[in-house]
């Protein structure tokens, strides 16, 4: 079992900048692989960044260049570094785990609201 805890949202103006973190339980954080998800009001729930099973990562095309996913493998810690964010970015936002070898996200944290204001 995989235990996710999300923290780091909030309200920013827009062109700001927030880092999401996300905690993982998992006694071998290096046998999971993580990602991060949004869900805005009334639209359906997208990947934002991910790693991939080899340590590469992705970006859904609407934030190249501006966020980062980066994982700290001591603290079992994955972030999202949010910056020069717009109002579309406002969203729920979900760190998300999958063990490796799946292709399924079984593990889903709590969500951390980000509203980016115009």
């Known amino acids: 079992q995989v235990m996710l805890v999300e923290s780091g949202g909030g309200l920013v103006q827009a062109g700001g900048s927030l880092r999401l973190s996300c905690a993982a339980s998992?006694?071998?954080?290096?046998?999971?692989?993580m990602g991060w998800f949004r869900q805005a009001p009334g639209k359906e729930r997208e990947i934002v960044a991910r790693?991939?099973?080899?340590?590469?990562?992705y970006y859904t095309d609407s934030v190249k260049g501006r966020f980062t996913i980066s994982r700290d493998n001591a603290k079992n810690t994955v972030y999202l570094q949010m910056s020069s964010l717009k109002p579309e970015d406002t969203a729920v936002y979900f760190c998300?785990?999958?063990?490796?070898?799946?292709?399924?996200?079984?593990?889903w944290g709590q969500g951390t609201q980000v509203t980016v204001s115009s």
């Open positions: 998992a006694r071998t954080f290096s046998s999971i692989v």
């Open positions: 998300a785990a999958r063990a490796i070898g799946t292709s399924v996200y079984q593990y």
């Open positions: 790693f991939t099973t080899d340590g590469n990562t």
